[in-house]
């Protein structure tokens, strides 16, 4: 096991590096150019100055070389938008937003997609059934700005602020208001695939014999429903959730742009139209290895929790 | 089957869970460091205890708020609440602001300040020194600022900008505290009118001494504030308040104690914020929203109020176009002619006004508005056949219609830009029988960067006032100029451009704008004029004394307004 362990960890970082060196060769090839990122142009002397100081005059495996240096000391670089501003500094004010929008959404679309699974299955064929379809459909296939803009224009106002987010000092019940439409909106999609499969898993499990067994052995049906169903049919859910609230967490920045959210994900959108090379490139790396380290928990979790997956490695 | 008191139950569980987690799991993980924000933001205009609060809207998020590096209307607007420039527009007339008074020497090259006794909201003095300190660091290369060649005009400004020069030798001087002397190359009469910039508000030397040259701006706390507001907090990606300067020179006249500028980039978010009270002003607004709220309007329930915003649209010819077609004078003119403006506005745009001149309204020479001065150069041509002159013009490059596929550089793929550059495309294809390809560039900066490294044919841009002089507008064609798009070049503009810095006589130099703008336009038509910028705003019928400046200055100026 600690051999898998080990192995996974390795994956990880070879994989991290790819990523890294590919957004690092792929940002530069783009066009555009921070420094004539304005609607006025540089003179010229002052935009060669600039490109020595950043280091933009070298040759770009030069440059590659240099980044990874910095890397392994643990430093990301600095903002050229706004010189000063590290990447960890970015990344430490703009990732509690991100997070606690993306995990809120994540656990809202969780309780109110496996709701609805489960009483679409247990209700099959009836109206209960379509109407839990007819949501999901439309969870899945209408964008969540749609949904954003739909709940700023029917709930917002004076209880839900049109824009805005958790500032010091909120209490509870204000912290409440201000992340209530934005959450909804991030979390419908995900509430949509979670009924989806949370449906079809429910509908799986009490075609078992032994759900037929626990009836003939006398159990009542909400002991069936608590005892055998939910926890039987919860399972292959995992495996979605995981690599979902990675991306949930790390992939709002629609929602964060309508909302007026300081979250991390847009500020990695502006940074790509302002070509931040130093932020582009944090901001990336985070991103990638959030969702790495996501998949790699889960596979790790699967084979600890699972005997059959356990027996294949040892194999 | 199941019983269904199992499934109520579990469903009002389940919907307590969710209550019980938004209310509950919110932690202290998402608060941002600053304070009070949203909470000002819902108190409205009045809050509770009687302090006046105002909330006006961020477009875009600034990443900087250094005044030197201030170079965009967002940046300005916040800049110019919380920075003393040397004078302040009011109604469209000079008042004092950092000067309490100037004058200028006999040949017009030395213009003196006396500063006002003005205090930073910390308590500490402003000096001559520190609005000397800003003014070399716009021409400091480290720095980079995108206006510095605004300001090449003063002595020694563009050698120090383009390292050729020393710093010491620039033409900016503080004989002492009070007294702040500019040096100009020439004798320029509209000098005083670019002393309401940005770039042009006092910083300290000791707040931007060694690496902090460079990273000052970059956060609310190490600033020093000598407008009439200071940023209380200001949170990235969201919205910066601003706190009244007790300290400020002109403070008793600062009635408002709060301005929320709050982000809010969608223009539908916007609009909503407007109707429900969260937002004192909508600017800019477009004519179907203008239409829907008529009846607001006319019930007295806003305010509606249009003006000239200084800013012209048009159709950017590449001279040097490397197929050889828009490098004829001939064909560029066809194709601004070919441009049917009135339907443009009217079906696409929706909103300002056509435009047959480069100078848009709004903009002075001296004491008159050029554009009701000088009759639009293009309009005496209004009635020349474009095909016509595009037939001439083909034979003069010796090709056929047949050979010609033009392409036109969409900024970018917004559905707003598309419906434009779809508008311009079939009047082409229509009118010369010609085939007209769109290509979109990825996004703003690449298209900015295609276009001023000359790798385009016809493009859609525009530009807007620096300052209040028709040459904010005309020195951007001038020969070689790193702001001129379109690679325009005639000595005979140059001439008449770099005559017109100088004129003191101010019905002369308008003769002279008036024949490089007929030259630019008509003659050899470098560009085809699509439209000025009017805007339309609407205001909380409560906010009185406000200002709205198109040209230097802050958008909208709060320095006076109050909430009746």
Not at chain 1, 306 to 312: E, F, I, K, L, Q
Not at chain 2, 280 to 297: A, C, V
């Amino acid at each position: 096991m600690v051999k898998y362990i080990l192995k996974k960890l390795l994956y990880m970082i070879v994989t991290l590096w790819i990523i890294m060196t590919a957004t690092f060769f792929m940002m530069n090839m783009i066009p555009g150019d921070p420094m004539q990122n304005g609607t006025k142009v540089l003179p010229e002397a002052v935009a060669k100055n600039l490109e020595k100081k950043w280091g933009l005059d070298k040759p770009i495996t030069e440059r590659y070389v240099r980044y990874i240096k910095n890397f392994l000391k643990g430093d990301l670089g600095e903002s050229y938008t706004t010189p000063g501003l590290t990447a960890n500094e970015v990344i430490a004010s703009r990732l509690p937003a991100s997070l606690r929008l993306g995990l809120q959404a994540v656990i809202v679309g969780l309780v109110l997609g496996l709701l609805i699974g489960i009483l679409a299955a247990l209700r099959r064929n009836t109206w209960v059934d379509f109407l839990a379809i007819f949501l999901a459909i439309v969870g899945v296939s209408v964008p969540s700005f749609v949904f954003a803009a739909l709940l700023q224009k029917s709930l917002g106002g004076s209880f839900f602020p049109i824009v805005g987010w958790i500032t010091k000092g909120m209490g509870l019940p204000e912290q409440f208001r201000v992340t209530a439409l934005p959450t909804l909106s991030a979390a419908i999609g995900g509430m949509a695939t979670y009924s989806r499969f949370m449906r079809s898993s429910v509908l799986d499990v009490l075609s078992n014999d032994y759900i037929l067994t626990a009836r003939a052995k006398g159990l009542s049906e909400g002991e069936i429903l608590r005892r055998h169903v939910l926890r039987n049919s919860i399972t292959p859910i995992i495996s979605i959730v995981a690599p979902q609230v990675a991306g949930i967490v790390t992939g709002s920045f629609v929602i964060e742009r309508i909302f007026s959210i300081p979250g991390l994900g847009r500020y990695y959108v502006d940074s790509v139209n302002g070509r931040d090379y130093p932020m582009i490139m944090a901001t990336t790396i985070f991103f990638s290895a959030i969702f790495i380290v996501s998949i790699v928990v889960m596979d790790i979790l699967y084979a600890l929790v699972d005997p059959r997956v356990r027996r294949n490695l040892i194999k | 089957m199941f019983q269904r008191r199992y499934l109520k139950k579990a469903a009002a569980c389940i919907l307590s869970c969710i209550m019980a987690f938004s209310m509950a799991a919110c932690g202290g993980s998402g608060e941002s460091k600053e304070n009070g924000a949203s909470a000002s933001q819902q108190e409205g205009k009045e809050s509770g205890d009687g302090k006046q609060v105002v909330n006006i809207s961020m477009t875009t998020d600034p990443d900087i708020l250094d005044p030197t590096r201030s170079d965009d209307a967002q940046k300005n607007q916040i800049t110019l609440e919380v920075q003393e420039t040397l004078i302040r527009m009011k109604d469209g007339k000079i008042t004092p602001g950092g000067a309490k008074s100037w004058e200028t020497s006999e040949d017009g090259l030395v213009w003196t300040f006396h500063l006002q006794d003005n205090k930073y909201s910390d308590g500490t003095p402003v000096k001559a020194d520190d609005y000397v300190n800003c003014m070399l660091r716009t021409f400091d290369p480290e720095v980079g600022c995108h206006n510095a060649g605004m300001f090449y005009c003063i002595e020694g400004g563009e050698a120090y900008n383009t390292g050729k020069g020393k710093r010491e030798d620039v033409g900016i001087k503080a004989p002492d505290d009070q007294t702040l002397e500019i040096h100009l190359n020439e004798a320029l009469p509209y000098f005083l009118l670019m002393a309401n910039c940005a770039n042009l508000t006092p910083v300290p030397a000791d707040k931007t001494t060694g690496e902090d040259n460079l990273t000052y701006g970059s956060n609310a706390e190490g600033m020093m504030y000598s407008g009439p507001f200071a940023i209380e907090s200001w949170t990235r990606g969201s919205q910066i308040v601003l706190k009244k300067n007790e300290n400020y020179w002109d403070a008793e006249n600062v009635k408002l104690d709060t301005v929320n500028l709050i982000l809010a980039q969608e223009e539908n978010t916007r609009q909503q914020m407007f109707e429900e009270g969260n937002l004192d002003m909508l600017t800019g607004i477009n004519s179907e929203y203008h239409k829907k709220m008529q009846d607001k309007i006319d019930a007295k329930e806003v305010v509606f109020e249009e003006n000239a915003n200084p800013s012209s649209s048009y159709i950017c010819f590449n001279n040097n176009d490397p197929d050889g077609i828009f490098s004829n004078a001939k064909i560029r003119k066809a194709f601004s002619l070919a441009i049917d403006r009135e339907s443009f506005l009217k079906n696409v745009q929706k909103k300002n006004k056509p435009a047959y001149g480069l100078v848009p309204y709004g903009i002075n020479n001296e004491e008159s508005m050029y554009r009701e001065e000088v009759e639009d150069p293009l309009l005496k041509s209004k009635d020349e056949d474009p095909v016509a002159l595009f037939e001439e013009g083909l034979k003069e490059i010796g090709k056929t219609r047949d050979e010609i596929t033009v392409t036109f550089l969409q900024s970018n793929a917004n559905n707003d830009t598309k419906l434009n550059s779809e508008f311009f495309q079939r009047q082409w294809q229509e009118k010369f029988g010609i085939t007209v390809k769109i290509d979109t560039a990825a996004d703003n900066s690449t298209f900015n960067n295609t276009v001023s490294k000359g790798m385009y044919q016809i493009c859609n841009t525009g530009w807007g006032a620096d300052y209040n002089d028709p040459m904010t507008f005309m020195q951007c064609y001038l020969s070689g100029d790193g702001n001129n798009p379109a690679f325009f070049s005639n000595s005979e503009y140059d001439k008449l451009v770099n005559e017109a810095k100088s004129e003191q006589d101010m019905k002369t130099r308008q003769e002279k704008f008036a024949k490089a703008e007929d030259i630019l336009i008509n003659e050899d038509a470098g560009v085809a004029p699509l439209s000025y910028s009017f805007q339309k705003n609407l205001i909380n019928k409560n906010l009185k004394d406000y200002g709205i400046n198109g040209s230097g200055g802050p958008l909208i100026e709060l320095k006076n307004a109050y909430m009746e």
